[in-house]
């Protein structure tokens, strides 16, 4: 099971590459605000991710982007992948738990 932050980041990248703003763009957006992921908990959060072996760094560039050398960017590997899957699958579960117990109308 992954953490919040970890499911977050991995969701940010299971539609491609990105780097650590652009995650932490698609959290607060993806949640109105409600998750923000600082970027001390951001790159703990990809670190760990990296060294489990569910993210890594690539060389990439955002054409949209302004050049910063010091940009890092990431994507899922496949077993980064599995673990998205398999944790999307449980909130699924749950939330069909809450649906069922009266909590989600």
């Known amino acids: 099971m992954l953490t919040a ?14 780097h650590g ?5 698609f959290v607060d957006e993806i949640s109105d605000g ?19 072996g569910l993210v890594e760094e690539i060389e990439g560039e955002d054409p949209a982007a302004p050049h910063d050398a010091r940009r890092r960017y990431y994507r899922l590997t496949p077993q980064g992948v599995d673990a998205a899957r398999a944790e999307s ?3 699924a579960r749950m939330v069909e738990a809450a649906r069922e117990a009266g909590l989600i109308t």
């Open 21 to 25: 703003y652009a995650i932490m763009r």
């Open 34 to 52: 409600a998750v923000r992921l600082g970027p001390g908990t951001l790159y703990r959060t990809i670190s760990r991710l990296v060294a489990d």
């Open 89 to 91: 699958a449980l909130m």
């Open 5 to 18: 932050a970890g499911f977050h980041v991995l969701l940010a990248l299971a539609g491609g590459h990105g």
